[in-house]
């Protein structure tokens, strides 16, 4: 029987107390999935969770590229993380949901999005306005609870099916680059094989490239949407403290 | 006999009251208290630590057998720093908290990294083992990015901590005699753990022994003092209307009722207010 290895955090340098790992001697910080990402793409889990996973990555991708047509910034803004659509105009704002209208996407995307349009304040994409139909707050908390609780885990497949699509997004509206001799992963497997090598390999791909699109080179993106989201959800539904269960 | 039964009973009772009262007197802070879930580390940190000093408080009151001077210091012990740690971190909450559980982190990364490098190939027990842990690890923070510090975790030593939360006191006059029974330092071991042998031939030297000492509920009323003191920088720090009572003078009042001498006359040695 055969022992491992031999000295500990060998990769690491050591400087003063601290011994620091390769990746952050590179200058990489860590983004939060969880508390940064998430509340960014969490809308388009409540519409692949209502639509399923092609209907779904088609209205985003509808939406996104229409955005993109009308947007008046020249900076690269990726319309599948919800505070993009802060940038854009009021004017802006009545013509996308004219497109959506037209296209049938609208009622679709009111109905999936009613819990964040509804519940929360300062939502970004709240101009698509509520539904038509009224549903209780108890149907809305119990939708958006469900549906955390499905794409949180960043490994998982609903949470990878999202993440997907923000790399999706990017590469169909420009700014994402591939040099000959790296394949781009293969996003279709995420979804039809999820469990594949190819899938799990796309996987990888597909997370790390989340962490960088919200990382970005020059400039600090803003977390306020993010920070908002957690926070309103801490007073939006109450804790359960395990004390008052017994 | 009788009586002796009837006393121990009515401290056992008091001291139940007690747990209660510092239970119910967590649970109202952490109820009241305005949490913002987006810095849920921070509240996590401080919450965690209150949460310790209550723990450790009811483990000594419910345990008459460790209220003797080789145990209950050791639990006291871990309440100064358990203060001595949470009155720091709440001069700038945000900052220090995140530095708290970095270093954790980081420990339970080197933790990992030993058991990593001694465990045999075959050895599932300790795979699996390691496979939690890492997965503990990675669902707060990526390993590969979590730095180990092996100085100390604030950057400071507890004395220069203790300084700056304007802890002083008890860091000389409670953190550093309990850090002797935890560190089994000859002012301890001297006392608790060696008898004076009686023969003038043999120099008068101590004879290790098993000693007998006698139990004793100031400890409790120590430990009383500690969760006092931190559920005051709490209070002081978040602003919160609490109505429970604070364990210290509900301590002293309580205590009275079952026992004619007031409190203070049971110590061992002198209260120096700490």
């Known amino acids: 029987m055969e022992k491992k290895k031999g000295k500990i955090l060998g990769d690491h340098k050591k400087v003063g107390s601290k011994f620091i790992p390769p990746m952050s001697q590179l200058g990489m910080t860590e983004v939060s999935y969880v508390n940064q990402i998430f509340p960014e793409i969490i809308w388009m889990g409540l519409l692949n969770k209502r639509e399923g996973y092609h209907t779904g990555i088609r209205i985003v991708e509808f939406m996104a590229k229409k955005s993109v047509e009308i947007k008046n910034t020249e900076k690269f803004l990726n319309f599948s993380l919800a505070s993009s659509y802060t940038f854009l105009g009021a004017d802006q704002k009545i013509q996308i949901v004219a497109e959506l ?101 796309a996987a990888a791909s597909v997370r790390a490239f989340v962490m960088s699109e919200y990382m970005p080179m020059e400039g600090k993106k803003s977390d306020e949407w993010s920070r908002s989201f957690w926070n309103q959800g801490y007073k939006i539904d109450k804790c359960h403290f395990p004390w008052d269960k017994k | 006999m009788n009586k ?75 309440m100064t720093d358990v203060h001595i740690t949470l009155a720091w971190i709440l001069l700038d909450p945000k900052e220090r908290a995140k530095k708290y559980i970095l270093y954790g982190l980081g420990q339970e990364k080197l933790y990992i990294e030993h058991l990593k490098s001694e465990a045999v190939e075959e050895d599932n027990r300790i795979n699996l083992m390691i496979e939690v842990r890492e997965s503990w690890l990675n669902s ?105 009572p604070m364990p210290h003078d509900w301590f002293v009042e309580e205590f009275k009722k079952i026992n004619k001498k007031p409190i203070e006359d049971n110590l061992e040695v002198i209260d120096t207010g700490t």
Request: net charge neutral; with cysteine.
């Open chain 2, 4 to 78: 002796k039964n009837n006393d121990i009973k009515s401290v056992l009772m008091f001291m139940d009251k007690y747990c209660s009262l510092i239970i119910e007197g967590f649970r109202e802070r952490w109820k009241k208290w305005e949490i913002e879930i987006y810095d849920s580390e921070t509240y996590e940190a401080i919450g965690g630590l209150l949460s310790r000093q209550v723990t450790l408080s009811i483990s000594l009151a419910s345990a008459p057998q460790i209220w003797n001077g080789h145990i209950a210091p050791l639990i006291l012990r871990a």
């Open chain 1, 101 to 201: 209208e037209k296209n049938n996407f609208l009622q679709v995307l009111q109905k999936s999005l009613a819990p964040l349009t509804c519940l929360y304040e300062g939502f970004p994409m709240a101009f698509l306005g509520p539904p038509a139909d009224h549903n209780s707050k108890e149907t809305m908390l119990a939708i958006i609870k469900e549906c955390i609780s499905a794409c949180i885990n960043k490994y998982e497949q609903p949470g990878m099916v999202m993440q997907a699509t923000v790399m999706y997004i990017r590469g169909i509206t420009g700014g994402l680059y591939f040099t000959n001799n790296i394949k781009p992963p293969n996003l279709d497997k995420i979804i039809t094989d999820f469990d594949s090598d190819e899938g799990k390999k």
């Open chain 2, 140 to 244: 707060q923070r990526a390993d590969f990015l979590t730095e180990v510090n092996v100085g100390n975790w604030a950057g400071l030593n507890t004395r220069e901590m203790a300084s700056e939360a304007d802890c002083q006191g008890l860091y000389k006059f409670a953190y550093t005699p309990f850090s002797g029974v935890a560190h089994n330092m000859w002012q301890h071991i001297s006392r608790y753990n060696l008898v004076p042998c009686n023969n003038p031939l043999h120099k008068f030297h101590r004879v290790a022994d098993i000693l007998d000492v006698p139990s004793d509920p100031d400890y409790v009323y120590r430990s009383a003092k500690y969760v006092d003191r931190s559920f005051e920088a709490f209070d002081k720090k978040y602003n919160l209307p609490i109505s429970t």
